[in-house]
């Protein structure tokens, strides 16, 4: 193996970016543990597992790219699947969660959604 | 520098072991909110990450093991873990997944 300085360079890139992708997970998961409400949960789950898989993958990448010179597509289709179809995901599962009737916590002040259906609701029996 | 390029190549594995130990725990901590969770949704949402962090784990271990095999096992959990999100919410929504009636 040819040693130059890049490659002493990425792999502590590859170091930081994988410990900062399992703090990030590591993180999200606290927050699911701690938070006290569906949609609380989700807003912690969907965003920083995102990055922290985005970060893992990245590491991954740029691991076989110096080690084999492998430019692996399918890593990087990862991320970008991950990024398309969690905030998807997240999103389906709060309104199941409304809809099927989980109730909010009891120290949350707003509720547009619930003003905004009766809206539909009221534009629904008019027409 | 070869003697330093030895000691990086030795940090990588040692971070990759750490990842894989915290991503570990946080799939534990998911666990327990997947069977405690109050709500169906919650354990929907528990379900959906655990998954996420399986993609994770199948890649550390792809840089542990220095080998692309897993590459493939990361877009199938992927794409499969967004389908079976999908239908668990619809089912929780409607009690249905697939409508029957076309009108």
């Known amino acids: ?127 | 520098m070869e003697h330093m390029l030895d000691i990086t190549q030795s940090l990588i594995e040692y971070s990759s072991l750490i990842s894989i130990i915290g991503v570990s725990v946080s799939v534990l901590i998911l666990l327990y909110r997947a069977i405690k969770g109050p709500t169906n949704p919650d354990r929907a949402v528990a379900l959906d990450i655990i998954g996420i962090n399986l993609m994770a784990l199948a890649g550390l271990i792809a840089i542990l093991l220095v080998t692309t095999k897993f590459n493939d096992v990361i877009l199938l959990i992927g794409i499969l873990l967004f389908i079976g999100t999908v239908a668990l919410a619809k089912f929780l929504e409607k009690g249905v997944i697939i409508e029957r009636d076309m009108d």
């Open chain 1, 1 to 127: 193996m040819s040693g130059t300085w890049i490659n002493l360079l990425f792999d502590i890139i590859i170091c930081i970016s994988l410990l900062g992708g399992t703090f990030f997970i590591l993180s999200g998961s606290i927050g699911i543990l701690r938070f006290p409400d569906v949609y609380a949960r989700l807003h912690a789950a969907t965003k920083s597992s995102t990055l922290g898989v985005a970060g893992i993958m990245i590491g991954a990448f740029l691991f076989l790219y110096m080690e084999h010179n492998i430019v692996s597509g399918k890593l990087l289709l990862g991320i970008l699947f991950v990024l398309l179809t969690a905030p998807v995901s997240g999103h389906m599962i709060s309104r199941a969660a409304y809809r099927s009737g989980v109730p909010l916590w009891d120290k949350s002040v707003k509720d547009d959604y619930a003003t905004a259906l009766k809206a539909e609701e009221k534009q629904n029996q008019s027409q």
